[in-house]
């Protein structure tokens, strides 16, 4: 299958992306790593006239670390993400994610940006973002914006970016003393969409009470799932088995799973019980240091 | 729709052509450009049958644009062999008989040369993880893997054990 005419542009920074998106963003799409845009046009599931390609902006792939944040560029890889040595020791939750999505060569193509902005809830990123407290980037005619992961999140393949921005960088609060963080992922076969997902990221204090968490559901709703009250429930507890069990439950009632190719509504609310389990237990071993 | 002049070094010969947007990289290197060892299987990224070496990089062309490839270099399985002597990794698929109907080699081919690149001996799970997302559906996956192995070992100058 081929995908239908379009024209195809590739600026060589953003304000030339910009300027172009100004005139024709109702009617282009923007071209990161394609490989959930190009499926789908070459499903005749979209058509854009346009194609904005961003590969060849200079300055997009990057991970590094400042005082407050985590920077991840829009086109960063998800293969360097999961090679980054930083994100490996600091960032587990994403070090988890990166090395499960599809397979190692869709990951050499793949972008962290990409993913966010298709906005599918059965793409694990989203959750990540959700749980991690992400913010992105966008840029503009005006300038840059800054939205939150619960506002950038609208629907299923929509998100808080207008037709004329870009998304241009993500930013992950730092990880500090205390915070572990973990993604557990349920699929069926190697490589494919998750059942389920789960997310997590939380921070201990000195005492080992759990001062602040982040949760994040993948594939069991229109959009992805932050479920606040199993997060509420967290918030200071000392994170006893009986403490995360209850929490668990209260993200599997705050799951809205449909019954599909990949399992029965009633499988995935089970699930995502079990996984949010296991993804808490593994968070809290990771923020005392025991793995 | 829009034409697009591009020059793509393959297998290390420059080529220069004017493509469609729309055209797709798997097309150009098989119907351009005539070399037909990168298939085309399942054509949603799924099967890895057409996998190529895009800058360094193992990628499935049926889900990259020819014009993407515009100024880069690619490795097609045809240019594994040099001077009519196969690369080693093809020496192992033919030693340890790891094809079958031979439809997935091409990209097996592909992404075991990519691993090796990168990791010169792999441990037998991260072969299995690096062809996770090139499917063989005559199943032959264990003497694929052994292979690579043997593969690896030749080219560290170790002992191969039969």
């Given at each position: 299958m081929i995908p239908a005419s379009f024209d195809y542009v590739a600026p060589r920074n953003l304000d030339e992306g910009i300027r172009f998106l100004e005139?024709?963003?109702?009617?282009?799409?923007?071209?990161?790593?394609g490989h959930s845009l190009i499926p789908l046009m070459r499903l005749r599931l979209a058509t854009p006239k346009y194609l904005l390609d961003i590969n060849r902006i200079p300055g997009?792939?990057?991970?590094?670390?400042?005082?407050?944040?985590?920077?991840?560029?829009?086109?960063?890889?998800?293969?360097?993400?999961?090679?980054?040595l930083l994100i490996q020791s600091r960032y587990s939750a994403l070090s988890?994610?990166?090395?499960?999505?599809?397979?190692?060569?869709?990951?050499?193509?793949?972008?962290?940006?990409?993913?966010?902005?298709h906005s599918d809830p059965a793409n694990?990123?989203?959750?990540?973002?959700?749980?991690?407290?992400?913010?992105?980037?966008?840029?503009?005619?005006?300038?840059?914006?800054?939205?939150?992961?619960?506002?950038?999140?609208?629907?299923?393949?929509?998100?808080?970016?207008?037709?004329?921005?870009?998304?241009?960088?993500?930013?992950?609060?730092?990880?500090?003393?205390?915070?572990?963080?973990?993604?557990?992922?349920?699929?069926?076969r190697a490589g494919d969409l998750a059942v389920v997902g789960v997310a997590v990221r939380?921070?201990?204090?000195?005492?080992?009470?759990?001062?602040?968490?982040?949760?994040?559901?993948?594939?069991?709703?229109?959009?992805?799932?932050?479920?606040?009250?199993?997060?509420?429930?967290?918030?200071?507890?000392?994170?006893?088995?009986?403490?995360?069990?209850?929490?668990?439950?209260l993200a599997a009632q705050e799951a809205q799973p449909t019954s599909d190719l990949r399992g029965t509504a009633e499988y995935k609310r089970e699930m995502v019980r079990t996984l949010a389990a296991r993804a808490l237990r593994r968070a809290v071993e990771r923020a005392r240091g025991e793995t | 729709m829009s034409r697009h002049h591009i020059s793509v070094t393959v297998n290390e010969n420059k080529h220069e052509a004017d493509v469609d947007s729309r055209m797709l990289l798997v097309h150009f290197i098989r119907e351009t450009l005539g070399l037909t060892?990168?298939?085309?299987?399942?054509?949603?990224?799924?099967?890895?049958?057409?996998?190529?070496?895009?800058?360094?990089?193992?990628?499935?062309?049926?889900?990259?644009?020819?014009?993407?490839?515009?100024?880069?270099?690619?490795?097609?399985v045809e240019g594994l062999a040099k001077d009519g002597r196969l690369h080693p990794v093809q020496e192992g698929f033919l030693e340890k008989h790891s094809i079958q109907c031979g439809f997935c080699t091409p990209g097996m081919l592909m992404a075991s040369y990519w691993l090796l690149q990168r990791k010169p001996n792999p441990t037998e799970e991260e072969i299995r993880e690096v062809i996770s997302g090139n499917l063989c559906r005559c199943t032959g996956y264990v003497k694929i893997v052994e292979a690579v192995q043997y593969t690896a070992q030749k080219m560290s100058g170790m002992d191969i054990q039969s």
């Open positions: 005139e024709h963003g109702d009617d282009a799409k923007v071209l990161a790593g997009l792939e990057y991970i590094r670390e400042s005082d407050h944040h985590l920077h991840i560029g829009a086109l960063t890889r998800y293969a360097d993400v999961e090679d980054s988890d994610v990166a090395g499960h999505i599809a397979d190692p060569l869709v990951r050499n193509m793949g972008t962290v940006g990409g993913n966010i902005c694990d990123l989203p959750a990540t973002m959700l749980a991690l407290k992400a913010t992105m980037v966008a840029v503009g005619p005006g300038g840059e914006r800054v939205i939150s992961a619960e506002e950038f999140f609208v629907d299923t393949f929509e998100t808080a970016l207008k037709p004329t921005e870009i998304l241009r960088e993500v930013h992950i609060p730092r990880t500090r003393v205390g915070t572990g963080s973990a993604y557990m992922k349920l699929e069926s939380l921070t201990l204090d000195a005492q080992g009470t759990c001062e602040s968490v982040g949760l994040g559901l993948t594939a069991v709703g229109p959009k992805v799932i932050q479920p606040k009250a199993a997060e509420a429930a967290l918030i200071g507890k000392k994170l006893s088995d009986d403490e995360i069990r209850q929490s668990a439950s | 060892g990168a298939h085309i299987g399942c054509d949603t990224s799924d099967c890895g049958a057409c996998t190529v070496i895009l800058d360094g990089k193992a990628v499935k062309s049926c889900t990259v644009l020819a014009v993407q490839a515009d100024g880069k270099a690619l490795l097609t």
